[in-house]
């Protein structure tokens, strides 16, 4: 009986001879062998080009963008180093070799070639280090345009509401942020020239301080910026903004190197005015004019006025008044002649009532000035080593050395380049009460014409009014929408005893009350100084108290300028316009700021005037103790 086996079921030999190799299962050419290899090869050449493009377009990305840099070795190809003046080469202990034996000497002499020895390596020839190409980052959340006081209030105020908030600061100077008002100050009255040097200057408490804000270890780098999670604050120096597009919101460097921006602060501030005839008088005269607004001005006219035999200022305001008492300490050590020289009958006449500038010129030609008052200058020329100034009333004065200071002329260059609106009136760029002047576009400083709230349209040029229009530009720019309501004020100083405070519209040409009281030994700027520890007044604000004062004089009769008391000693002068007080003056009269500003905030009308200036409690006692050359007389 023969075995059942299904009938799918292979044998052996079956399956041995279908697994064998044979011709029927190997590929089948679709075409000729040399076709199919030019094929292939094209395929691999394809992706060996696309993958050499990808790499040098990765490369050129990165070197624009300053992730790679290109070095020079042209100056070291020639370099042969002299290993024997190279100290510590071999390691300590190390001596060398013993000279060869005369005679192996000239053994080696027809066969060896005599070679000329290594030049040596000097520290003036050594090569110069590289230097690092200022890197330009594309993109800042905050751009400020300017490193004056008004971007130092702004940063501020951004990193105080913002605290992870990213600055750049593009500045065409190579300083830091710094304070302006010690450069026509305290840095004069410093004994210490070292320290002057160095920008560092003794407040009238007899304090050391910095020019700067801040050190220079308080900012970052451009490129440390980028990388920091927490943001800070980069400084990127000596370069200029030429141009700003706002609708693309991007600005334009002098480099042509392009950042853009989320919101953007002008602070481009002012340059100082000179006198046209001056400009006019030839290059010589010109080489001996000294315009006067930063660090660098200091610097030539403190060096100028060493030898200097004499030095005309022209213009009686703030900055030539504090000049020509700056200058007149100086000459009390040198023998300098110092001139001041303006068309009005007084220091400061055109914000002082007369009463009050004249008085203040007999304190300054106290401080060994010869003022010049109500005269001009006709023509310039240099003459013998000197400049000589003909005046208009045919006078001449011959001067080493003249210092327009006639104003300031606000900085718009980029209003005209960008197509911002400029004010025809008082200059600067046309902002409005929330100091915007486009959309993420803001202006501060002495470049912003503003519209106050209580005051109407305009410019102020002075300290606190940077600090306190970049602390609101700061604020708007991280969403505050607050408009200009804060009075900022400004001071003057002629010298440590005599100063003022002001608010307002100060202006000679408007009606004015005076009151005056008899000074105290605490009635002057080196007093408030040391009273509150810091030199810039308007960081000396406070809270003051209101008192009834003794009664005084008839405000409307200034005391007689021929009286050699100090009739002038401290007092309140208003400044009216339509019977409103818009001005407010405190002359030796400190920490009384925020009783002014309320007043004129309030918008006193009809007042007695009088009754008005008994809240600055003049007639207070003076609790400090007299000093000793009083007592001893």
């Excluded at 691999?44 to 300053?66: C, D, E, H, N, R």
């Excluded at 070799?97 to 000097?122: D, F, L, N, Q, R």
């Amino acid at each position: 009986m023969g075995s059942q086996v299904p009938a799918h079921w292979k044998s052996q030999k079956l399956v041995a001879y279908e697994t064998k190799s044979h011709h029927d299962f190997l590929p089948i050419p679709e075409g000729p062998w040399q076709e199919y290899h030019n094929q292939r090869n094209k395929k691999w050449t394809i992706m060996l080009i696309g993958s050499m493009a990808f790499l040098g377009i990765t490369i050129y990305s990165m070197y624009q963008s300053g992730a790679l840099y290109l070095h020079d070795f042209s100056d070291y190809r020639n370099f042969k180093p002299d290993f024997n003046k190279i100290s510590g080469i071999h390691g300590e202990g190390w001596t060398p070799p013993p000279p060869a034996p005369p005679h192996a000497k000239a053994e080696e002499e027809p066969t060896k070639k005599k070679e000329a020895p290594p030049p040596s390596v000097t520290k003036e020839e050594a090569a110069p280090p590289r230097k690092k190409t200022k890197h330009v980052p594309t993109h800042a959340p905050y751009l400020l345009i300017g490193a004056g006081t008004a971007s130092f209030g702004a940063f501020r105020s951004i990193r105080a509401r913002d605290p992870q908030a990213k600055v750049l600061i593009v500045t065409d100077e190579e300083e830091t942020p710094y304070m302006r008002p010690p450069l026509s100050k305290e840095l004069w009255f410093s004994d210490d020239k070292a320290a002057v040097r160095q920008l560092r200057f003794k407040q009238w408490n007899g304090k050391e301080r910095s020019l700067y804000f801040e050190p220079e270890s308080f900012y970052l780098t451009p490129d440390e910026l980028e990388k920091q999670e927490n943001g800070g604050v980069a400084i990127l120096k000596g370069l200029k903004v030429v141009k700003l597009d706002a609708s693309q919101k991007k600005v334009l460097l002098s480099n042509g190197s392009e950042i853009t921006y989320d919101k953007c602060l002008i602070a481009t501030g002012g340059k100082p005015k000179n006198v046209p005839l001056l400009e006019k008088a030839g290059g010589d005269v010109m080489k001996h004019t000294i315009t006067y607004r930063n660090i660098n001005d200091f610097k030539a006219l403190d060096s100028a006025t060493d030898k200097a035999k004499a030095v005309a200022i022209i213009g009686g305001g703030f900055l030539g008044s504090e000049l020509a008492c700056a200058l007149g300490k100086k000459s009390k050590s040198n023998g300098m002649k110092v001139y001041q020289i303006f068309p009005e009958a007084g220091n400061m006449g055109r914000v002082l009532p007369e009463y009050l500038s004249k008085w203040t010129t007999k304190k300054v030609q106290g401080e060994g000035v010869e003022v010049m008052t109500q005269k001009s200058i006709t023509a310039a020329q240099y003459k013998d080593g000197k400049v000589v100034l003909s005046l208009s009333d045919g006078y001449q004065v011959k001067v080493d050395y003249v210092v327009p200071a006639v104003g300031l002329e606000p900085n718009v260059d980029l209003a005209l380049s960008s197509g911002l609106e400029v004010d025809e009136e008082h200059g600067g760029f046309l902002v409005n009460a929330e100091l915007e002047a486009r959309t993420n576009v803001w202006v501060a400083g002495d470049a912003a014409c503003f519209y106050d709230i209580k005051l109407g349209r305009r410019r102020v040029e002075h300290h606190d009014h940077a600090v306190v229009s970049g602390r609101l530009a700061g604020e708007n720019m991280t969403g505050a929408a607050k408009p200009y309501w804060h009075q900022s004020m400004f001071w003057s100083d002629l010298g440590p005893t005599i100063g003022y405070e002001a608010i307002g519209i100060v202006d000679s040409s408007l009606p004015t009350t005076g009151v005056f009281a008899k000074a105290t030994a605490r009635d002057t700027p080196q007093f408030v100084v040391e009273a509150t520890g810091e030199g810039l007044r308007s960081e000396t604000e406070r809270d003051a108290e209101t008192g009834e004062p003794a009664a005084s004089k008839d405000p409307n009769c200034p005391p007689d300028l021929t009286s050699e008391s100090d009739e002038f000693g401290k007092g309140i002068v208003f400044y009216r316009k339509n019977n409103i007080i818009v001005g407010i003056l405190l002359w030796n009269t400190f920490n009384k700021m925020p009783i002014a500003r309320k007043i004129l905030r309030d918008g006193a009308e009809n007042e007695d005037l009088y009754e008005v200036a008994k809240l600055f409690n003049l007639h207070e006692p003076d609790p400090s103790p007299a000093p000793k050359e009083e007592e001893e007389e």
